[in-house]
């Protein structure tokens, strides 16, 4: 049975369509409403009132109409509050606070030395600590943040956490109502690497695509994906574990590891064996460069050998997936990609029928961060009003 709408089920409809309006095409005065929606004037003048007096819109000067009185135009009130975006990772913390169209107005990064020691605790404070000090640098308080939304590593399900034990970690500690208790903002946890793909079709390489394989190898490996412009994240919130994809025979265990057989055969531990120091991001692009030069022959064959199951992996999921565009993230995606995309390219042509384009990620780990901030803006714009 259809639900009867009300007058104020109305209203709020119609105040949703003006914010929407003002939010995606940009200032307009009361006029251009009511011809953009087809919505009478003092329909359009009444429900304006009410998002003028909630600090929803605000008027912004007047138009440039060459006739009659000059209109008023109206906006989205960007500054109404903000979103904290925060890339929650095994090694850093990265954040980001955003207005509510998104525009950034400051970012950090800090290392998570917490994690190292599996301290929960400390690591929530870090990042309790971390948005502190982004409010005051920017002037903000507590009260100015709407939403907080953390990526972090596994898979989140029923208050437990999948695939990347340390986060058990932070659901113990119970990261929610701790932040939630500290800022009086609403706090959302989801799968990093979902919010990567999310940052890259927002504001990234994806911008112009609708079907996105997105893959994010750095310290371990998992992809999400988006068809038809819509975030799919499967039965159990686990598409996308591509590291437990099987690309050669040797490797079928005989019992289940979340270590999974692709991710193993890709793993960051076999490179670091050849690193100078512990400091991965910096060296693995002295490692390629040294490769490129012919340098140590073992660690070109380890780089050879990573090289050539990314391939067939990347095979296997265009094969299953179609996807428009494949988007490489990550500090090893990355880097081997500048080395390899051409073989990988070659790869493709040579074993699926319709091969997609092949991208680098261009946001420089920024697409977590950006990600977090637009799930936090479809939070709030869904529950405004």
């Not at 095994?90 to 950034?104: P, S, T």
């Not at 055969?265 to 991965?280: E, M, P, Q, V, W």
Request: glycine share 10%; with cysteine.
């Amino acid at each position: 049975m259809q639900k009867t709408r009300t007058t104020e089920t109305i209203a709020e409809y119609n105040k949703k369509l003006i914010l929407d309006t003002l939010r995606f095409n940009g200032s307009m005065s009361r006029a251009d409403l009511s011809r953009h929606l087809n919505m009478s004037f003092p329909a359009i003048s009444s429900n304006v009132k009410g998002l003028l007096d909630a600090g929803y819109i605000m008027e912004i000067g007047t138009g440039n109409n060459a006739m009659g009185r000059k209109s008023t135009m109206l906006a989205f009130n960007a500054q109404r509050g903000y979103i904290v975006g925060v890339d929650l990772g095994r090694f850093r913390i990265r954040m980001m606070l955003a207005d509510l169209l998104g525009n950034e107005v400051a970012s950090t990064e800090i290392t998570n030395s917490a994690n190292l020691s599996g301290d929960g605790k400390q690591s929530i404070q870090l990042i309790h600590d971390q948005i502190s000090s982004i409010l005051e640098q920017t002037g903000k308080t507590k009260h100015d943040v709407l939403c907080i939304v953390i990526g972090i590593p596994g898979i989140i399900k029923d208050g437990r956490s999948f695939l990347a034990p340390f986060t058990e970690n932070y659901l113990e500690q119970d990261m929610i109502g701790s932040l939630q208790e500290a800022f009086e903002a609403d706090v959302l946890l989801e799968n990093c690497v979902n919010l990567g793909v999310i940052g890259e079709q927002w504001k990234g390489s994806g911008v112009n695509y609708k079907d996105i394989l997105y893959i994010a190898y750095g310290v371990g490996l998992g992809s999400a994906l988006i068809v038809d412009g819509k975030l799919y994240k499967g039965a159990n919130s686990a598409a996308g574990e591509v590291g437990f994809m099987i690309t050669d025979p040797t490797r079928i265990d005989k019992q289940y590891n979340e270590i999974g057989s692709l991710e193993e055969a890709l793993s960051r531990g076999k490179i670091n064996n050849y690193l100078d120091s512990g400091k991965f991001d910096e060296e693995i692009v002295k490692l390629i460069e040294r490769y490129k030069n012919g340098g140590n022959t073992y660690a070109k064959l380890i780089i050879d050998e990573i090289a050539l199951h990314f391939g067939m992996a990347l095979v296997n999921m265009c094969a299953l997936l179609n996807p428009e565009v494949v988007i490489i993230a990550g500090g090893l995606g990355a880097n081997l990609g500048k080395l390899f995309v051409d073989q990988w390219k070659e790869t493709l042509s040579n074993h699926v029928p319709f091969v997609p384009d092949l991208l680098l990620s261009e946001l420089n780990h920024r697409e977590t961060m950006l990600g977090a901030v637009m799930i936090g803006i479809t939070h709030i714009h869904e529950y405004t009003i």
